[in-house]
Structure formats: C-alpha cells, structure tokens
C-alpha cells in the first residue's frame, strides 16, 4: 500500500518561498507519476506540477512555471515542490499524489488519473 506524508507548508509573504516534502512509503520510487496538486477554499483541486519518475520529465501548470520545482529523491523516496516568488493566489491545500505509469505530461495533471494521495499541507501566503 502507497503512503504519502506531506510537509514544509506554512505562512509566508508574498515573494518568500516554501519547500514542500512528500514522503512516500510502500512502493519503489521508479516507474511512478507523482504530482502535487492544490485546492483552495470554493476551488477545484487542480493541478500544479508533476514528474514521471522513470525519466525524470516534468510538467508545471502556467501558473507556477518558473516559480515552482517539481523534484525527487529516490534515495529518500521523497517528493519536493520548491516554490519561490509566491503570491497570495497560491494560497491552499497542497497535496501530492502518486499513480504507477506513465501519466501524460502534456497537460495539467487529472486529479482523477492518481489512485494515492497525501493528507495535503496548508500553504498561506500574505500579501
């Protein structure tokens, strides 16, 4: 059974940064998609970043890109979102998620496409 431990979110002000951490369990970290997605109040949980850990590919959603780092370390089995720049629309729940395979990277990360998912961290940022 894969688990997911999320950590690192908090409350920052606009233009600091937060790295976020996955920690996964019960899998071996190749071959697997692995996305960090958020929600906010009112909001569809949407996606952020994802990574194919097979390859090392990436995706990010516009909104993040250039802000925000999707990494892995597969020693650790441990996922990462570094964010910097942050502005007050990316406050919200913070949840990453896995599902075995290749899930596209051409597009925004389906929440419907992952079958694990982490208990979220909240990410405040004041304006």
């Known amino acids: 059974q894969v688990q997911l431990v999320e950590s690192g979110g908090g409350s920052v002000q606009a233009g600091g940064s937060l790295r976020l951490s996955c920690a996964a369990s019960g899998y071996t970290s190749s071959g697997y998609t692995m996305g960090w997605f958020r929600q906010a109040p009112g909001k569809e949980r949407e996606g952020v970043a994802a990574?194919?850990?097979?390859?090392?590919?990436?995706y990010y959603a516009d909104s993040v890109k250039g802000r925000f780092t999707i990494s892995q370390d597969a020693a650790k089995n441990t996922l990462y979102l570094q964010m910097s720049s942050l502005k007050p629309e990316d406050t919200a729940m913070y949840y990453c998620?896995?599902?075995?395979?290749?899930?596209?990277?051409?597009?925004?990360?389906?929440?419907?496409?992952?079958?694990?998912w982490g208990q979220g961290t909240q990410v405040t940022v004041s304006s």
């Open positions: 998620a896995a599902v075995r395979g290749l899930v596209r990277l051409s597009a925004r990360p389906d929440p419907q496409a992952y079958n694990y």
């Open positions: 990574i194919y850990t097979g390859t090392g590919s990436t």
